[in-house]
C-alpha cells in the first residue's frame, strides 16, 4: 500500500476512532496496525492527530455589485465592440452617444438599466469588461524612405513659432503601408491627415505612394475638412518632400498660404497626433495584410471617405493630451475629457456657423450601428478581392 492510499485509510477511519470506546479503538487500532503496517505508538499518533479541516472562504465585505445584471453587461458589450474596442474613459463619453440608437437594433431596455449605464465610471467599466478583453500582438513595419536632400533645406522643420495650433486647420500627414510583411513590389497605402486641435481625421488610399496620388488625394482631403487647411506637417517620406506637394501648397487660397513643414528626421514622435490615428483608423480597419490588387484603391477610397470618416469623426471620442511632467524617471500626463471631433469643432468660435450647422444636420441623418453594418460589407468586399 502505498503512502497516498494510507493516508486516505487513515481520514475514513479517524472519525470513528475518535467516537469509539476503549475496547472499540483497540480493535480499529490494531486493524489500522495490521494493513498499514505501522507501530502502534505511531499508529496512535496519526489517529489522534486534529482532523485536516478545510480553509474558510472569506466572503467579500462591502455592498452588493450594482454592475451584475445580464442585460447591462450585454449592452455594453456590444457598444464597447461597435466602438472598436475603445478604452473605458472614451467609452463613458459614447454611451449617451450610441444609447439613442441601440434600442433601434437590439430592442428596449429598462430605466434602470439605461440610468445605471448613463452613470457607471470609467474604473467600473474596466472591471466589468477585463474577462473579454481581446489580446493582439501585431508586428509593425515602417515604409519611409527619405526624400530629396536638396528639397528638405526648402522645408521648415516645425517649431512653436512656425505652427498655431490654437486654431483649427493645422494637420499633421502620414502614410501606412498596405504590404503584408514585404515592401517589395507594389501594393496599396493609406493616407492619414489629422487636424491637432479638433483632432478631425481624414484618410485616402493611394497607389504605391506616388507624388502625383499624394496630391489629388490631399486636394479632396483639404475639400472635406470642416474648416480651411492653415498647416501641413509631414515626415521626411519621398511622398511629401517633393515638388509636386511644394508647388500645390505654394498656391493661394483666399488670400492666404498653406504653411508647409516637416518632422525632424528620426524623431517619430514629432508627429505623434497622426502616428496614433494609424493605429485607431487604419490598422484597426484593415489589419497587416497585404493589399496588393490596384481595384481594392477604390473600395477603400468608397470606405474612407464615406461611413469610415462619419464614424470616426462623430461618434468615436478622442482624448488630447493637457500637461506632462516629469518626476524623476516617471512621466505624469494629465488629459481632458473626450469628446468626438464633431464635438470639437463645434466649440471652436472661429469656424462659421453656417459649417457647423451642416455638420448638425449630417449628425442627425446617421445612425452608428447602420454604419457598423455598411462598414462591415464593404470592408469584406474588400477582402473578398484580395483572395
Known amino acids: ?20 470506546f476503549k475496547k472499540s479503538k483497540q480493535r480499529i487500532l490494531d486493524e489500522f496496525c495490521s494493513v498499514c503496517g505501522y507501530h502502534r505508538k505511531y499508529a496512535i499518533s496519526l489517529l489522534q492527530k486534529p482532523a485536516r479541516v478545510l480553509p474558510r472562504v472569506k466572503q467579500k465585505v462591502g455592498r452588493k455589485p450594482l454592475y451584475q445584471e445580464t442585460a447591462l ?3 455594453l458589450q456590444r457598444i464597447w465592440l461597435e466602438t ?3 478604452c473605458s474613459k472614451r467609452l463613458k463619453i459614447a454611451i449617451p452617444l450610441w444609447l439613442p440608437f441601440y434600442e433601434k437594433h437590439y430592442g428596449e431596455i429598462s430605466p434602470e438599466i439605461r440610468c445605471k449605464l448613463l452613470n457607471i465610471s470609467h474604473a467600473s467599466i474596466d472591471r466589468i469588461l477585463k474577462p473579454v478583453r481581446a489580446k493582439m500582438t501585431l508586428k509593425r513595419r515602417c515604409g519611409t524612405r527619405p526624400g530629396s536632400l536638396w528639397l528638405k533645406y526648402q522645408i521648415p522643420i516645425k517649431d512653436k513659432s512656425f505652427w498655431d495650433i490654437t486654431q483649427p486647420g493645422f494637420v499633421e500627414a502620414d502614410t501606412v503601408a498596405h ?20 483632432t478631425w481625421t481624414e484618410i485616402r488610399a493611394i497607389w504605391n505612394k506616388g507624388a502625383s496620388d499624394v496630391v489629388k488625394q490631399t486636394q479632396d482631403i483639404e475639400k472635406c475638412l470642416p474648416f480651411p487647411l492653415l498647416g501641413y506637417n509631414s515626415d521626411n517620406g519621398g511622398e511629401f518632400i517633393n515638388h509636386h506637394l511644394i508647388r500645390y501648397f505654394e498656391e493661394p487660397r483666399n488670400n492666404r498660404y498653406v504653411k508647409f513643414s516637416r518632422s525632424r528626421p528620426y524623431k517619430k514622435n514629432d508627429n505623434a497626433h497622426v502616428e496614433q490615428k494609424n493605429w485607431t483608423h487604419v490598422r484597426h480597419l484593415f489589419g497587416y495584410g497585404r493589399f496588393g490588387k490596384p481595384t481594392v484603391v477604390k473600395l477603400m477610397n468608397d470606405l474612407y471617405s464615406n461611413e469610415w470618416r462619419l464614424f ?23 488629459y481632458d475629457i473626450p469628446k468626438t471631433p464633431y464635438q470639437r469643432v463645434l466649440e471652436e468660435s472661429s469656424i462659421a456657423e453656417t459649417q457647423k450647422q451642416l455638420l448638425s444636420e449630417t449628425y442627425k441623418a446617421i445612425d452608428p450601428f447602420e454604419l457598423r ?13 484580395l483572395k
Open 73 to 75: 453587461l450585454k449592452t
Open 373 to 385: 453594418k455598411k462598414i462591415a460589407i464593404k470592408r469584406k468586399r474588400i477582402f473578398l478581392l
Open 179 to 198: 504590404c503584408g510583411g514585404s515592401l517589395k513590389g507594389d501594393f496599396a497605402w493609406s493616407l492619414t491627415v489629422t487636424d491637432i486641435k479638433t
Open 84 to 86: 472598436e474596442l475603445a
Open 312 to 334: 470616426q469623426n462623430f461618434f468615436m471620442p478622442t482624448m488630447k493630451l493637457i500637461e506632462k511632467t516629469r518626476i524623476g524617471a516617471r512621466y505624469y500626463r494629465k
Open 1 to 20: 500500500m502505498d503512502k497516498t492510499a494510507k493516508e486516505s485509510y487513515r481520514q475514513l477511519i479517524q472519525p470513528r476512532y475518535r467516537r469509539a
